[in-house]
Structure formats: structure tokens, C-alpha cells
């Protein structure tokens, strides 16, 4: 499958942690969408480096999903009328919403690992199947930095 695929946080994690419910739909996921372009709202990123930061791995994790070729999409103020009736109008969280108005803005297929943001997009073709609520990410991306620890929490692509 080609074309332009809008990522939901869900299937980034999944992709990179081996203990995640929908580790194996991601993998596949990946595999068959091979090709096509990945897109992931800014804030959806955000949420995928919250665990590695904990561990004080951001720079090494975003050297690791460099190869994935993500586009990285920021909203504006004139989207906030868009993002509001879609608010309005589902049963979504903001963060969902942003993934949604991304996906449709796009004319994209969405990967989603989130069956209540997958429910509301005709174009969700990549939704996982596996349960509806992931295990808790686990490993050293879990761990906080110690308080002694400096990491680099640069956030640079190339």
C-alpha cells in the first residue's frame, strides 16, 4: 500500500516496543506500507518521545526512527475552527482530534491503534486488531533519569 499513511502515537510505540499488545500489527503495518509517505501530527510525536526522554534516550531513539522518513506535521491558529467542530462533533480527545484533522486534511489512510479515533476515519484500512487497551510500555524507557544524570534532550532531525 502507497500513499501518504497519518500515524496515530499508538502505532510509532507499538512499532518500537517489542511488550506492546500491538507490537505485531505494527510490524506488519510497516512492512506492507513500505513505500508510502508517514506522516505523525506534532503532538502525536511528542507523545512517542515521552518515554524515551524519561530514560534520557530521546536523541538515541529519534537516531533509531530516522530511517522511517516521518513528516512531522504542526497545526496553526486557522485549523482551531476545524479542530473544534470535529471536537464538537465525535466522541474524541483533543489529542485524537489533531491525528484525525491530519488524516483527512491529507486525503491519508490512518494507522491508529486507538479504535474510538480508527471509528471515526472512512480511510482507517491499517487499524489493529489487537486489544482495545495496550499493556503499559515497559523496559528501561520506563526509568527516569537519575537526579544526578544529564541527558541530551535534543530533538533535531536530518
Not at 37 to 62: G, I, R
Not at 63 to 91: K, Q
Not at 120 to 149: F, I, Q, V, Y
Amino acid at each position: 500500500m502507497a500513499g501518504v499513511i497519518v500515524l496515530d502515537a499508538g502505532a510509532l510505540i507499538a512499532l518500537c516496543d517489542a511488550n506492546d499488545a500491538h507490537h505485531r500489527w505494527a510490524r506488519g503495518m510497516f512492512i506492507d506500507t513500505v513505500g508510502g509517505d508517514l506522516s505523525l501530527s506534532f503532538l502525536a510525536y511528542a507523545e512517542v518521545l515521552v518515554h524515551p526522554t524519561k530514560a534520557c534516550k530521546a536523541q538515541e531513539f529519534e537516531h533509531t526512527i530516522a530511517g522511517l522518513h516521518l513528516e512531522i506535521h504542526a497545526i496553526d491558529a486557522g485549523d482551531s475552527r476545524d479542530l473544534a467542530a470535529l471536537r464538537a462533533t465525535t466522541a474524541l480527545t483533543m489529542p485524537e482530534v489533531i491525528v484525525l484533522h491530519l488524516a483527512l486534511g491529507q486525503g491519508a489512510n490512518l494507522a491508529a491503534t486507538d479504535k474510538a479515533l480508527a471509528a471515526e476515519e472512512k480511510n482507517t484500512l491499517l487499524l489493529s486488531e489487537a486489544p482495545a487497551e495496550p499493556g503499559p510500555l515497559r523496559g528501561s524507557r520506563d526509568r527516569p533519569c537519575a537526579p544526578s544524570s544529564t541527558c541530551s534532550q535534543g530533538t533535531s532531525h536530518s
